[in-house]
């Protein structure tokens, strides 16, 4: 599944009648399976772009192709994962995973037996029947991630999405993240502030700038996975980024 | 020990109820407590009530028409309100007539109730609806608009439609704000009905039966009729709670 962005902008209206331009003329060509990480500082539209390609706003200008087909509405092929917990309070875990199959009229039974792969997949397995607020931070994404898993898209979109996570917890993610992947070849979009998450997760990053937001560089990161926070060549791409951005927002991070 | 310690008030000023009647020795204006039990404790008898149905028969005529009433507001406030929850422009729409209406006492209903519905239960329906009805939906809105944006977006992206979004998202997440609503709609009908009941008109009903007694001078019947206002209050309440505490528990633990 390949996603292709066409100059893709998008501008704000606010109440006073000001325009806002949020983003400008984005071009991206995201090939099937690869693991995309959007950087940017805060305000910079990387959520808005995803919520354009997720097809919760729209473009002001601009064609987002899935497969070369234009898409401008929510899409099966793709599955949003949001930053703040999403969960449904009132569904227990399995009941959350499923919602997507529920939605497609698929049989009690049958959503049961899909869900329990994913809900291995991201190790909740024994926590079927237990509600959100019985679980931790790092557990309600994995069961966000199941969700999102269960309808089988080939596009996975990520919202900064362990960003409310403590570091060690946001570590284990970002591993367990890494081998959902390789294990389900599905595509990531995956928007982050932090150089060091994008640097461990990353086929290629693409580094944004600051309103309005465009494309500054598209940073490919060699080397195989998992990858050594302290090796050579992850500093070295580390401190490029780094570099980068604060030269963008004049200060130094 | 706060249980315990909650029960200590009722019996001091039960206590002092004797006392006070005993000074005064009128049942006319404070009936004694011993005259009153035998009301309460015989409440299918008709002795007590100089033919006017017994505390049982006037307090299920009492119910049946909070019941009518309450539903009827039910069945209008809720989706109104998931409407103009969602919508602005329905909301737009009956938000000034909402808030024109809504001020004015259910009570105040009662003359034209009268002359719309005649005598009869009709009226009193209608004062019933008209108390229930506001509490009903103003949560109901309420709770629609309390329902998280980004679930409503996950359901989104799910491939939720239009009615999906409703059913399986937004009137679950506004649920427990709307059980409050009708938690407090039955409360204010079940005052309702009483008062309209005490109003002329009505010949049956625990409003109609403390009034009745009042006219023979009855004080013990006046109290037993109160007492059993208020249990039946009380036990419509609890029951709302513990529906709430098994369905809803989630409301204060979500984070």
Redesign the interface.
Known sequence: MTLSLREVSRVFTTEKGETIEALSRISLEIRDQEFICILGPSGCGKTTLLRII???ESATSGTISLNGMATTE?S?L???I?Q???L???RNVQDNVT??L???GMRKAERAENAKKYIELVGLKGFERS???ELSGGMRQRVAVA?ALA?DPSILLMDEPFGALDAQTRNRMQHELLHIWQKTKKTILFVTHSVDEAVFLADRIVVLTPRPGTVREIVTVPGERPRERTGEQFVHIRRHLLDMISEESGTVQ | MTRRLGLVLPLLLIIGWEAVAIIINNPFYLPRIESVIPVLINPFSTDYTLGTGSLVDNALVSIERVIIGFFIAAAVAIPLGIGMGRSSRINDFFDTTIEMLRPVPPLAWVPLALAWFKLGIASIVFIIFIGSVFPILLNTIDGVRSV?K??I?????????ER?VLS??VV??A?PTIWTGLRVGFGIAWMCVVAAEILPGPTSGLGYLIMYAYNQGQMNVIIAGMITIGLIGLAVDQLFKIVESRL?S??G???
């Not at chain 2, 977006?153 to 439609?161: D, Q």
């Open positions: 997720a097809g919760l929510p099966h793709m599955a949003m949001f703040e917990y999403s449904y309070p009132w919602l997507g529920e939605l497609r509600f959100p607020h969700r309808i | 998280k980004t679930w977006e996950v359901g989104t992206t799910l491939g939720a439609s999906q399986k998202i679950p997440g649920a809803f989630w409301r633990l979500d984070r």
